[in-house]
């Protein structure tokens, strides 16, 4: 615990794992916004495959922030000998999913012709990557770090 004044910051992984999936989910909730407000200038089919991707990423981020699911029992689970790969697949897919379909939307978005627009798309967009990929890899981390110690 870390302590200025009255404000207080806790450092604590459950706070941290929350606070990282709602900087995802926000900048996900972006995307899509300025995706839409650029649908006809970008194109609808440049449009839909960007979309889609967002959606499946936000679906996949909403479903684990909300209920609060712990990437660390992912990441054990991926490493047990005992589960089959299908059950490997649906772990892997929880705990890197969210990071996967982000650098997804990254390569396949288009450059948009409006400067803020863009700006807006492409600040969200590295904030989904950045945020996803520190999550998956403090959750991978803990995991490790709890399964091997």
């Not at 996900?28 to 990423?57: A, D, H, R, W």
């Not at 609060?68 to 892997?92: C, N, P, T, V, W």
Request: net charge negative; aromatic share 14%; glycine share 8%.
């Amino acid at each position: 615990m870390f302590s200025v004044g009255h404000k207080s910051i806790d450092h604590s992984f459950p706070a941290m794992i929350y606070q990282l999936r709602a900087a995802e989910l926000v900048a996900c909730l972006l995307q899509i916004l300025v995706l839409y407000m650029e649908q006809e200038q970008i194109g609808f089919g440049n449009f839909l495959l960007p979309s889609l991707f967002l959606v499946g990423q936000g679906v996949i981020v909403f479903n684990r922030w909300y209920n609060e699911i712990d990437g660390r029992y992912d990441f054990q689970q991926i490493m047990s000998e005992k589960k089959d790969s299908h059950s490997k697949l649906q772990y892997a897919i929880g705990l890197f999913g969210g990071f996967i379909l982000a650098v997804l939307v990254h390569m396949v978005a288009v450059d948009m012709h409006s400067g803020l627009s863009s700006f807006v798309f492409r600040f969200a967009d590295y904030i989904a990557i950045l945020s996803s990929a520190f999550c998956a890899a403090v959750e991978s981390f803990e995991g490790a770090k709890a399964k091997y110690t």
